[in-house]
């Protein structure tokens, strides 16, 4: 039973929780890691136990379901990586912009 937060998905260890912008998302259950996130660190390339390492309150059984959820939903996972690797590129250029426009008020 899905509650107001939270829907099952097909996937033992994937939920979905609605996020403070409306947006559902789908995480590790019982936790707040996002898929997308765990996805992120799959295709840049670390293996599966470098994930754990970095993410130590999940086990391989949890990472395997969630990349297969990825493999699954391919388009709405790549969406929310889009999405976050463009957040990433207007932060890091807004702080090259305020470094930038610092260097000239100190010179």
Not at 10 to 38: C, D, F, M, N
Not at 76 to 98: G, K, M, P, Q, S
Not at 102 to 107: D, H, P, R, S, T
Request: charged share 25%; glycine share 6%; hydrophobic share 40%.
């Amino acid at each position: 039973m899905a509650s107001e937060k939270f829907q099952p998905t097909e996937h033992p260890h994937i939920v979905k929780i609605l996020g403070a912008s409306g947006i559902w998302q789908a995480v590790i259950k019982g936790t707040y890691i996002r898929v997308w996130a765990l996805v992120g660190c799959h295709k840049r390339g670390m293996d599966e136990w470098e994930i754990l390492k970095g993410f130590p309150t999940i086990t391989a059984a949890q990472l395997y379901d969630a990349l297969s959820y990825y493999y699954d939903h391919r388009d709405e996972i790549e969406e929310f990586i889009a999405t976050n690797e463009r957040a990433y590129d207007e932060l890091a250029t807004a702080e090259r912009e305020v470094k930038t426009e610092n260097q000239a008020v100190l010179e």
